[in-house]
């Protein structure tokens, strides 16, 4: 599966942004999807995840409350609706799908990676 991630921009703190990501084939369904990002210096870090049918959601603890990730199954897209931004938020952010069966923050588990999209927060 391709996944193509967009929506980033150059926000103000406190502000919103929608990131989508649109993925290719027919098995969209399928895969556990998730979003990290990866700030300049920093290692990928897991942002939120979201199970195949949609019913089931974990958030990493420094976005819980602010951030909420969903997904369109017959649109094949995951988006991450991103509220009361703040600098830290800062990162170029990445979709990613799993074909496992469990959700799994860990990085390495996923197989497909989509491109970055940049996030900026200013102060």
């Known amino acids: 599966v391709r996944l193509q991630a967009s929506g980033g921009g150059l926000v103000q703190a406190g502000d919103s942004l929608r990131l989508s990501c649109a993925a290719s084939?027919?098995?969209?369904?399928?895969?556990?999807m998730a979003w990290f990002r990866q700030a300049p210096g920093k290692e990928r870090e897991f942002v939120a995840q979201i199970s195949r049918s949609g019913r089931s959601t974990y958030y990493a603890d420094s976005v819980k409350g602010r951030f909420t990730i969903s997904r369109d199954n017959a649109e094949n897209t995951v988006y991450l609706q991103m509220n009361s931004l703040r600098p830290e938020d800062t990162a170029v952010y990445y979709c990613?799908?799993?074909?496992?069966?469990?959700?799994?923050?860990?990085?390495?588990?996923?197989?497909?990676w989509g491109t970055g999209t940049q996030v900026t927060v200013s102060s």
């Open positions: 084939g027919r098995s969209f369904g399928r895969y556990i």
């Open positions: 990613a799908a799993d074909s496992g069966y469990d959700l799994d923050s860990n990085p390495l588990v996923y197989d497909y």
